[in-house]
């Protein structure tokens, strides 16, 4: 074996090829890098024309499936690049990539669902990295969002991977702003007036307060005495927030009203269920016999 020729050839193909395979390798890594920020400053627009937290979350998204296309793209054409350079043909490999690509279309249908699916959910803008969403039965903060899926961690922590095309109908409950529903209940005897009094009350003193003011958006709206309950009056009302911080104000707000209601003696009815014990055509009322289990000090 000749070592001197073929130490020749290689340091030949180093000079030549090798060096273009170095120069296609540093302009792929290159390119990579400019895909990343072009796309983030690209997608900053977005975020100026719609400021806060809402553009933040959808330049996000936009930007991430940018990178992740373009990546893809910039990975297989200096693949095919370097692959030249090694002197191996191009046109047979492309040629039954291209058969083979038609054979696993046919074998993918749900996969090209996916991809069209999760296409129109990014541009139309239906969910964002972020979000709290419910889809496909499963709820959760929006982790992750491409056109193949939705990644959703749900309270618990739990991870869901939710295919695109598994998405008939998107609930997304931070969007622009969020609300908390209040169901509050009181019993039949007090004043309505005066429990709506109470709520907006409590409801300047949150709003006055510095560690919530900002995430509440508008003055709790009373929407009136909703449901007589089998054990209470329902009057229903409604607070608008920043997206995503409904429930913390709600949670909050609960714990002031019920303070609020101990003090001034609003009562919050626990259930209960009077008993009728029927009555004759003559008038007469069945007995009702009562056992005194114990004796109660006094």
Do not use: C
Not at 140 to 165: C, F, P, Q, W
């Amino acid at each position: 074996m000749n070592f001197e020729a073929l130490y020749q050839q290689v340091l030949q193909w180093l000079t030549s090829s090798g060096l273009k395979v170095l120069l296609i390798v540093i302009l792929g890594f290159v390119a990579l890098r400019i895909v990343k920020v072009v796309a983030k400053r690209l997608f900053s627009t977005v975020q100026k024309k719609k400021p806060g937290v809402e553009g933040e979350k959808r330049a996000e998204t936009l930007s991430s499936l940018v990178r992740y296309v373009l990546s893809i793209g910039i990975l297989i054409t200096a693949g095919i690049m370097i692959l030249g350079q090694l002197g191996i043909e191009i046109g047979p490999i492309l040629a039954a990539a291209g058969v083979i690509g038609l054979a696993v279309g046919f074998g993918a249908q749900r996969l090209v669902q996916d991809v069209i699916s999760g296409f129109f959910i990014l541009i139309e803008d239906q969910v964002r990295v972020g979000d709290v969403v419910h889809v496909a039965g499963k709820g959760g903060l929006v982790e992750k969002v491409n056109i193949r899926m939705t990644v959703l961690r749900d309270l618990a922590g739990n991870v869901h991977y939710v295919r695109n095309s598994q998405i008939d109908i998107v609930t997304n409950m931070t969007k622009d702003f969020s609300r908390y529903v209040f169901d509050i209940g009181v019993a039949y005897r007090e004043d309505v007036d005066e429990v709506i009094s109470v709520v907006k009350e409590v409801d300047e003193e949150l709003r006055s307060d510095e560690d919530y003011k900002d995430d509440i958006l508008e003055p709790i709206e009373i929407l009136g005495l909703d449901e007589f309950a089998d054990s209470a009056v329902i009057i229903k009302a409604r607070i608008m927030t920043k997206p995503i911080k409904q429930w913390r104000i709600g949670r909050e707000f609960n714990r002031r009203l019920k303070r609020k209601f101990d003090q001034v003696g609003i009562e919050i009815p626990f259930p209960h269920r009077t008993l009728y014990m029927g009555q004759g055509k003559k008038g007469e009322a069945a007995p009702l016999n009562v056992a005194v289990a114990g004796e109660r000090a006094v």
